[in-house]
């Protein structure tokens, strides 16, 4: 064994213990620390022969870089829809790392991590008030839960044309609508071959609204002429958080031939609230949902997962199966994961939201979400009443949209300036084709205190 290597193993419990206590320092510092930085570090190209050892490259470590990691977990990053990371899911991703499993087989031949994925996706179907007849698993974000979703989907809809996509390839022009798809499921569609330019638009809801107008749906399903179709549809868009009819889709989806994709990937929370549920009402008769567990369950990156109906197994296993390892078994009597989803190779991503779940309940998660949306109502309320900025669209959950309301200053000048002063962080965005801020709210530890430095930063520099 290598020396230095030999060194760390022995000095393992030293280690952890001064990792334990930087970790510490960083969660106790974040309602203080930078939401932005503009520090330049000078990259190291060349690697040295000797190594430093671990507790010699943590100091180094601590120098370097400690000091301007910035507060993205934090309760003023609201940016990119950034969740934070609970107590409990802190600890089962530690636990992740540790006990390094490659979650696989449900049969416990090597490990039994894949039993708690199993476990974890349960909690999370009773959760989200979900049926059981959906299979799930996690994948990296929402970029692949939808990228998994629309596998399968593709494969469906290539049956539906006499095609086995997964051996032939991408032969036909498949049709794809969509009002206001997220762009990881454009991008999804890029990767599968589909081609992003290839979706047909479906005009939104008049009125600031980003929903999908149910009666040009049906005219687009008209022109289609009875051919089968995928549907993607928003359980919260990116910029407003607005919500595609469901019950009307639902209607729809019985007498015609599509595969109902739903991207929820922070909205699908509002099911753990009675006060917002509503908006997700008949979602379960979609055959997909996408759900971005570190954004509001607030686990830490990279942590999402997929919902497929289980009807659709054979068509999974068609997608993703590794047909050419004999050894693996027969996927259909034989569960394992990596027959069912685009990683050979997976984290055992599950224990940090199997912890925070078991910790927090489904009042831990109702309280984190009813506080998120009345701060974001807090929010919106500063903004709509104050004259120096505008409030673009409703607010219908956790995100407000808005501009500079005098239009001859620079909106995103504004939101520069207002980043650089690292107090709160928001997004830039386009709304409407308005230049636009976004601030998106899924933090726990969001609280009125930090709504008011918000505004404080915002007036200062109005």
């Known amino acids: ?128 008030n979900l049926p059981d007849s959906f299979l799930g698993g996690f994948v990296t974000g929402a970029t692949m839960s939808n990228y998994t979703c629309l596998a399968v989907g593709r494969q469906w809809l290539g049956k539906q044309l006499g095609k086995d996509i997964a051996k032939q390839g991408v032969c036909e022009n498949l049709k794809i609508l969509s009002a206001t798809p997220h762009s990881s499921a454009i991008k999804s569609l890029s990767m599968l071959g589909i081609g992003s330019n290839n979706i047909i638009k479906v005009k939104t809801i008049k009125g600031n609204r980003e929903a999908i107008d149910i009666d040009d749906l049906k005219q687009q399903i008209k022109r289609l002429n009875n051919q089968p179709f995928m549907l993607i549809s928003s359980a919260g868009t990116v910029n407003t958080v607005d919500f595609d009819n469901f019950e009307e889709i639902a209607i729809l989806k019985q007498d015609h031939n599509f595969w109902w994709h739903i991207d929820a990937a922070f909205g699908g929370f509002a099911a753990c609230s009675p006060q917002y549920k509503h908006l997700l009402k008949d979602w379960e008769s979609a055959d997909s949902i996408t759900v971005d567990c570190h954004k509001w369950l607030n686990v830490p990156y ?87 900025f505008e409030l673009l669209a409703p607010v219908h959950l956790n995100t407000v949209c ?28 386009v709304f409407n084709g308005d230049t636009a801020i976004r601030a998106a709210l899924v933090n726990w530890r969001t609280n009125k205190k930090d709504i008011e430095i918000a505004i404080d930063e915002m007036l200062s520099l109005a």
């Open 402 to 429: 808005f501009r500079l309301s005098d239009t001859s200053k620079s909106t995103n000048e504004f939101l520069e300036r207002l980043n650089k002063r690292a107090k709160v962080f928001m997004t830039a965005t």
């Open 1 to 128: 064994m290598n020396k230095i290597l030999k060194e760390d193993k022995n000095e393992i419990e030293y280690l952890l213990k001064s990792v334990n206590k930087l970790a510490t320092d960083f969660i106790q510092s974040l309602d203080d620390r930078a939401t932005s930085t503009n520090h330049e570090v000078e990259i190291t190209s060349t690697l040295a022969s000797q190594g430093l050892g671990a507790q010699t490259t943590l100091k180094h470590f601590v120098e370097k870089f400690s000091d301007i990691i910035v507060a993205s977990s934090g309760p003023r990053y609201w940016g990119f829809v950034t969740g934070g990371a609970t107590p409990a899911a802190i600890a089962g991703d530690w636990l992740a790392t540790v006990y390094d499993q490659n979650t696989q087989s449900i049969k416990g031949q090597g490990d039994i991590s894949a039993l708690i994925e199993i476990e974890t996706i349960q909690l999370l179907l009773d959760l989200f």
């Open 302 to 388: 990279e942590s999402a997962i997929y919902f497929i109906k289980d009807r659709h197994k054979t068509l999974q296993i068609e997608t993703f199966q590794n047909s050419n390892a004999p050894y693996l078994g027969d996927p259909m009597d034989d569960f394992n994961y990596l027959n069912f989803l685009p990683e050979n190779s997976r984290r055992l991503k599950a224990l940090p939201a199997w912890f925070t779940l078991k910790a927090y309940g489904k009042q831990g998660y109702r309280d984190i979400v009813e506080n998120c949306v009345a701060m974001t109502q807090l929010l919106a309320e500063f903004i709509n009443s104050n004259e120096h």
